[in-house]
Nanobody, 122 residues
Framework: QVELVESGGGLVQPGDSLVLSCAAS???????MGWFRQALGKEREFVTA????????IYPNSVKGRFTFTRDDAKNTVYLQMNNLKPEDTAVYYC????????????????WGQGTQVTVSS
């Protein structure tokens, strides 16, 4: 069982940057990790995922080049660096852990955080 707690959300202006953190209650070195987001009235959307043991991150075109996903297994924490934020990035951002591999599919993840709100508005 892994508990995940996201932090770092807030209200920012277009073009600003923000770093989200996701702290786990225990070791995450064997877990793939992912970030998803859900805007009001929309379905949950894949943002990025990173595998365990050196498997690098993947991004959809909507965030590629602007978002960077990193992990620090020594701190049981993952980070989502978000640059050049746009109003369409506004959503609740969720961190998730998967016991096998790396996935873009939310239903394959085993553990979820409660989410952190990111609002991009001028």
């Amino acid at each position: 069982q892994v508990e995940l707690v996201e932090s770092g959300g807030g209200l920012v202006q277009p073009g600003d940057s923000l770093v989200l953190s996701c702290a786990a209650s225990g070791p995450i070195s064997d877990y793939g990790m992912g970030w998803f987001r859900q805007a009001l009235g929309k379905e949950r959307e894949f943002v990025t995922a990173i595998g365990a043991r050196g498997i690098g991150p993947i991004y959809p075109n909507s965030v590629k080049g602007r978002f960077t996903f990193t992990r620090d297994d020594a701190k049981n924490t993952v980070y989502l660096q978000m640059n050049n934020l746009k109003p369409e990035d506004t959503a609740v951002y969720y961190c998730a852990a998967i016991t096998d591999g790396r996935s873009m599919l939310d239903w394959e993840y085993d553990y979820w955080g409660q989410g952190t709100q990111v609002t991009v508005s001028s």
